[in-house]
C-alpha cells in the first residue's frame, strides 16, 4: 500500500500529541493536527490524508459527524472516530457516515494501534477488490475475474446462468447482444424454449435495478448506455 498519511482532528491537545506520537511510533505520518470542521477540511483538500482521526465533539465547531459527511463530499477517505460518547443516538449518526473505525475515550495506546491495523488491512483488502471490479450503474460492480456480482459491498448470489447472462451483456460494453447469440451461448447450442431466455432475464433483473438491462424489440439485449 501507498505511504500511510494521518489527519488528526481532535481539540484536546494533550490527547491529539500522544495519538501523533502513537502514529510515528506505527511508521504512519501525520499530515496534520487541526481542532475544527473548517480547519479539517481545509488540510483534507490540501493534503488528501489516507485517514482521518476525528473526534466527535469538537468545541467551538460543527462536531465530527456534520465534518465526516462534509469530508466525504470531498473524497471518500476513511475515518475512524474518536469521542467519549457512546449512547445510541450518537452511533446512528456516525454509522450513517460508514467510518471504518470507532474508538471510545478513554482509550490506550494498543487500542489506537489495533485499531488503525485493522483499518489499513480492510482499506488495502477494498482496494484489492475493487481492481478488478467493473461498475454496472446504480452501485452494483460486477468482478469479471472471479464471475461475482456486488450491490456497493455486498455480493449478491447468482445461478450459472445468471452469470453467464450477465457477462455475456457487459463484456459487449453497451452494445446489443441478440437473442440467438445468448441463446446458444448459455445453452451450449441446445434446444430452448421460446420463454427460456426471458424468464432468465426476469430472475436476473430481480437481482438488479430493473432499467440496468434494455430489451431492444425483435432483437436483444444490452446494458443501458444511458447510464
Known amino acids: 500500500m501507498d505511504k500511510i498519511d494521518i489527519l488528526i482532528v481532535e481539540d484536546e491537545a494533550i490527547v491529539a500529541l500522544e495519538i501523533k506520537r502513537t502514529i510515528l511510533k506505527m511508521g504512519f505520518s501525520v499530515s496534520g493536527m487541526v481542532i475544527n470542521f473548517d480547519d479539517a477540511i481545509k488540510s483534507v483538500k490540501e493534503k488528501l490524508p489516507s485517514i482521518v482521526l476525528l473526534d466527535i465533539h469538537l468545541k467551538n465547531s460543527k462536531d465530527g459527524i456534520e465534518t465526516a459527511k462534509a469530508i466525504k463530499q470531498v473524497t471518500d477517505i476513511p475515518i475512524i472516530y474518536l469521542t467519549a460518547f457512546c449512547d445510541d443516538q450518537t452511533i446512528e449518526r456516525a454509522v450513517e457516515t460508514n467510518p471504518i473505525g470507532y474508538l471510545v475515550k478513554p482509550f490506550k495506546r494498543e487500542d489506537l494501534k489495533s485499531t488503525l491495523q485493522l483499518a489499513i ?57 441478440p437473442f440467438a447469440t445468448l441463446e446458444h451461448h448459455i445453452w451450449q447450442g441446445n434446444p430452448v424454449s421460446d420463454s427460456a431466455l426471458r ?14 438491462i434494455e430489451t431492444v424489440p425483435s432483437f436483444g439485449f444490452r446494458i443501458s448506455p444511458t447510464l
Open 199 to 212: 424468464t432468465l432475464l426476469y430472475r436476473l433483473r430481480g437481482k438488479l435495478e430493473y432499467l440496468l
Open 121 to 177: 488491512y480492510k482499506m488495502k483488502n477494498s482496494k484489492s477488490i475493487k481492481t478488478h471490479l467493473t461498475p454496472i450503474g446504480e452501485g452494483y460492480f460486477y468482478d469479471l475475474e472471479n464471475h461475482n456480482l456486488f450491490f456497493k459491498e455486498h455480493p449478491i448470489k447468482l445461478s450459472q446462468k445468471e452469470t453467464l447472462l450477465l457477462e455475456m451483456l457487459i463484456e459487449a460494453e453497451g452494445e446489443i447482444v
